[in-house]
């Protein structure tokens, strides 16, 4: 996807196991995406992960984001946190309940 409109069309049209998102895209940024994935019945509880060169503690504490990645990464890194993403760590919160933060 190369833009924010992209991501919730396509997000729309498939079932996703998992959202990758960098902060930085044209039109909609990732927070707005990301805030209107959480604000859909179908996509509320999706792992959603940042990725980002910035420093954005603020706003992911805010929204209670499970996870982001700071770029440059390593994609051993990626790996690791994609997959405690899909086994558990990944919704930012379910059941009432506060989900791990990856770092």
């Known amino acids: 996807m190369g833009n924010g409109a992209e991501t919730l069309a396509f997000v729309a049209e498939v079932s996703v196991d998992l959202v990758l998102l960098d902060i ?42 499970c996870g982001h990645i700071k770029k440059p990464f390593d994609l051993d890194d990626l790996l690791v946190r994609v997959a405690s993403a899909l086994n558990g760590g990944g919704g930012p919160v379910r059941d009432g309940q506060s989900v791990p933060v990856i770092r």
């Open 24 to 65: 930085n895209m044209p039109g909609l940024d990732g927070f707005a995406v990301y805030d209107l994935l959480r604000a859909r019945p179908e996509t509320a509880t999706v792992p959603i992960l940042f990725m980002t060169a910035g420093v954005h503690e603020a706003e992911f504490a805010r929204r209670k984001v």
